[in-house]
């Protein structure tokens, strides 16, 4: 049975997460996602989409609401998290997606139900992805370049080895488990207005154990940019 579980995402965590969502810091990623997805549509023919791992949503949403502007096909768009609180402000805030409290591990749904599967910044389940997976469909993995929000790593991890990041394991497991067709990088940097940055701390793991005195110290340097780094993969089974 698929059933939430309590994790470190709380509700103010995905609270921080919409606002950032919807300030524009994602939009060169929806643009991209959605042309790697409508270049694969054919005619007119109805798409299903799964988001595993939606969070509170917005992704999934501005995405929809990007391929409706430019495509006519029927769009079913369908998004999983295993927190409660991810959901209910999805399905809250956003009426034109199915919501659904569930684990990766565990997918409600039958065999071969989606055209694509949306995995953004979340943790996957390949062999279900597999499964729930079409033939002919396509599993579209988001995960954080080198540089994504580093100005926030370099001030959280000053002087630790935490400081860099790489990808490398998450892309090797990918390339083990889905036929990899594809690799695009994203890199950009965003101006910040002063009022995002606490939404900004607050919607990512990076200040998780950091503490009370150094999140002030961060709140308070006057990052005036932030860059935003994503390799996005592309595979088939
Ligand atoms: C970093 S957040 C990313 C959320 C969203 N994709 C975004 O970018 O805003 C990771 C998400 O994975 C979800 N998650 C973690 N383990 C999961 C599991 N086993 N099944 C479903 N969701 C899970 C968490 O609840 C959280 O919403």
């Given at each position: 049975m698929s059933r939430a579980s309590s994790t470190k995402y709380d509700k103010r965590i995905f609270e921080y997460r919409r606002v950032i969502c919807k300030?524009?810091?994602?939009?060169?990623?929806?643009?991209?996602?959605?042309?790697?997805?409508?270049?694969?549509?054919?005619?007119?023919?109805?798409?299903?989409?799964?988001d595993a791992g939606c969070g509170e949503g917005s992704h999934i949403n501005r995405i929809q609401i990007e391929i409706n502007r430019k495509k006519s096909n029927p769009l079913m768009a369908v998004g999983i998290d295993i927190s409660k609180e991810g959901i209910?402000?999805?399905?809250?805030?956003?009426s034109n997606g199915i919501w659904c409290v569930a684990d990766i591990a565990n997918c409600p749904f039958a065999n071969?139900?989606?055209?694509?599967?949306?995995?953004?910044?979340?943790?996957?389940?390949?062999?279900?992805?597999?499964?729930?997976l079409s033939d002919n469909g396509l599993l579209i993995k988001v995960v954080p370049g080198e540089d994504y929000l580093k100005e926030l790593r370099e001030s959280f991890y000053e002087g630790s080895d935490k400081q860099g990041y790489s990808n490398s394991l998450t892309t090797?497991?990918?390339?083990?488990?889905?036929?990899?067709?594809?690799?695009?990088?994203?890199?950009y940097e965003v101006?910040?207005?002063?009022?995002?940055?606490?939404?900004?701390?607050?919607?990512?793991?990076?200040?998780?154990?950091?503490?009370g005195e150094r999140i002030e110290k961060?709140?308070?340097?006057?990052?005036?940019?932030?860059?935003?780094?994503?390799?996005?993969l592309v595979g088939r089974k």
């Open positions: 300030s524009g810091l994602f939009n060169p990623l929806y643009a991209a996602l959605s042309e790697i997805m409508m270049s694969r549509f054919q005619g007119n023919e109805p798409v299903s989409l799964l209910r402000i999805a399905a809250t805030e956003y071969q139900q989606f055209k694509f599967i949306l995995n953004i910044l979340s943790p996957a389940n390949y062999s279900e992805f597999q499964r729930v090797n497991l990918f390339k083990e488990q889905f036929n990899l067709s594809g690799v695009e990088s994203l890199r101006n910040l207005s002063e009022s995002l940055m606490e939404p900004l701390l607050g919607m990512t793991p990076l200040s998780w154990g950091a503490s961060v709140v308070h340097m006057n990052l005036k940019q932030v860059t935003m780094d994503f390799k996005i």
